[in-house]
C-alpha cells in the first residue's frame, strides 16, 4: 500500500471524525450489553466475545459488521450475513474521533471492562495528517492535540487499553511528505503522547512503524526512537495494508534488532491474500480487489517478538474514492463480503 507518498492511508478514521457521536452512543450502549445483542439476548445476530486465553481484546456488540449481520439476518440473507459474521465476531480497533476524545475513550474502555476484556484504540489526529490525501485532517495545532491526547488518557484511566499511535505519522517524517517546518513539532507531539498514555497504570503503546513494502528499517529505526518509541511497548507493522504475516513478521524482526529488540503487532486484519500486484502502483493499496480477511486476532503469534495480530484496520471500511469506493472510513459491505468469502 505505501506506493507514491502513502502510508496506512486505508482508514476507519475518517468515519469517526464524522459521526463520533454515533460512535460514542455505541460504546455507551455496549457498555451495559452482555457479551451478546443490545437487549441480552441471542437473536442469532450478535456478535459473542472470543477466548480470553488467545484473544483478550474487546469485541464490540455493535460494530458496523455486527449491524450488518442483523440486517442480512432480518432480510433472509442467511449466507451473507455468516460471512460478515466472520468480521463481526473479531475485535478490531475503535479509532477515536477528534471531538470528545475523552468520552469516547472512557465509553469503548468501560465496555471492555465490563466485559473482562481490553479495549483496542487507534489515535490517529495528529496535526497534518495524511499529506493532504483520503484522510487528510487532524488537529488544528499542537496544543489541540495535546488537549486531545490528554482527553483519551483520561477517558482510559486504569482501564486496560491497548493504543496503536498514529499511523503514518513517523512514515511522513521520514519521507519528507511532512513539511519541514511542522517535523520538529511532530516529534515532539509523538513522544508526548507515549508519555501521556504510559503514565497510565493498564495502557500499552504502539507506535505505528510503516510496512514490509515500505522501505528499510535502516530509514526509520532513528526517527521511531526519537519520537519516543523506547518508551512504548514496542511498535505496530502493516497498519491498515496487505502484506503477509510472514513478510510483516520479517520485516519487523529487522526493526526490532535496530530498536534493541523491541516487540511489535502486526495488522493481519486483510492480508490473508497478500498485497495486490495490479492497476496504478500508486494506488494498490487502496480497496484493492480479490483481498481476503487474515488470521484472526490473536495474543499467541508464530514469533516470542510478536505481542499480538490485529485487526487495527475494521474489515469492510473504504480505504477512500477509488475503485468504486465510498469516502474513506466509511462502510462497503459489498467489499466485507468480498473479504470474508476470499478469507478460509
Request: proline fraction near 6%; glycine fraction near 14%.
Amino acid at each position: 500500500m505505501y506506493g507514491s507518498r502513502k502510508g496506512a492511508l486505508s482508514r476507519a478514521s475518517s468515519a469517526g471524525v464524522r459521526a463520533s457521536a454515533a460512535v460514542l452512543g455505541a460504546a455507551l450502549m455496549a457498555a451495559g450489553c452482555s457479551s451478546g445483542g443490545g437487549d441480552g439476548k441471542d437473536d442469532g445476530a450478535s456478535p459473542t466475545q472470543q477466548p480470553k486465553g488467545a484473544d483478550p481484546f474487546w469485541v464490540n456488540p455493535d460494530s458496523r459488521a455486527a449491524r450488518q449481520v442483523a440486517a442480512y439476518v432480518k432480510a433472509g440473507k442467511k449466507t451473507d450475513a455468516e460471512q460478515i459474521r466472520k468480521i463481526a465476531e473479531q475485535p478490531t480497533g475503535e479509532w477515536i474521533g477528534p471531538e470528545n476524545s475523552e468520552q469516547e475513550a472512557r465509553g469503548f474502555t468501560e465496555a471492555a471492562d465490563r466485559a473482562g476484556r481490553t479495549a483496542l484504540l487507534v489515535l490517529y489526529n495528529i496535526p497534518h495528517r495524511d499529506c493532504g490525501q483520503y484522510s487528510q485532517g487532524g488537529a488544528g495545532d499542537g496544543d489541540t492535540y495535546r488537549a486531545w491526547v490528554d482527553g483519551v488518557a483520561k477517558g482510559i484511566g486504569d482501564r486496560a487499553a491497548t493504543v496503536i499511535l498514529e499511523p503514518d505519522a513517523v512514515l511522513h517524517l521520514v519521507d519528507g511528505c511532512t513539511p519541514k517546518e511542522f517535523q520538529d513539532e511532530r516529534y515532539d507531539l509523538l513522544k508526548g503522547a507515549v508519555e501521556r498514555l504510559k503514565s497510565l497504570k493498564n495502557t500499552k503503546v504502539y507506535l505505528d512503524a510503516g510496512n514490509a513494502g515500505w522501505g528499510h528499517p535502516d530509514q526509520i529505526f532513528e526517527p521511531l526512537r526519537r519520537a519516543g518509541v523506547d518508551r512504548a511497548d514496542g511498535f505496530a507493522v502493516n497498519v491498515s495494508n496487505f502484506y503477509s504475516t510472514e513478510d510483516s513478521i520479517a520485516y519487523g524482526k529487522r526493526l526490532s534488532a535496530k530498536l534493541g529488540n523491541q516487540h511489535f503487532v502486526v495488522d493481519t486484519s486483510r492480508n490473508g491474500n497478500g498485497p495486490y500486484d495490479g492497476g496504478d502502483p500508486g494506488e494498490r493499496w487502496c480497496n484493492p480487489p480479490g483481498r481476503a480477511l487474515g488470521e484472526t486476532p490473536t495474543t499467541r503469534t508464530a514469533d516470542p517478538l510478536v505481542d499480538a495480530y490485529l485487526w487495527v484496520k475494521r474489515p469492510g471500511e473504504s480505504d477512500g474514492t477509488c475503485k468504486g469506493g465510498p469516502n474513506a472510513g466509511d462502510w462497503w459491505a459489498e467489499y466485507a463480503l468480498e473479504l470474508a468469502k476470499a478469507s478460509k
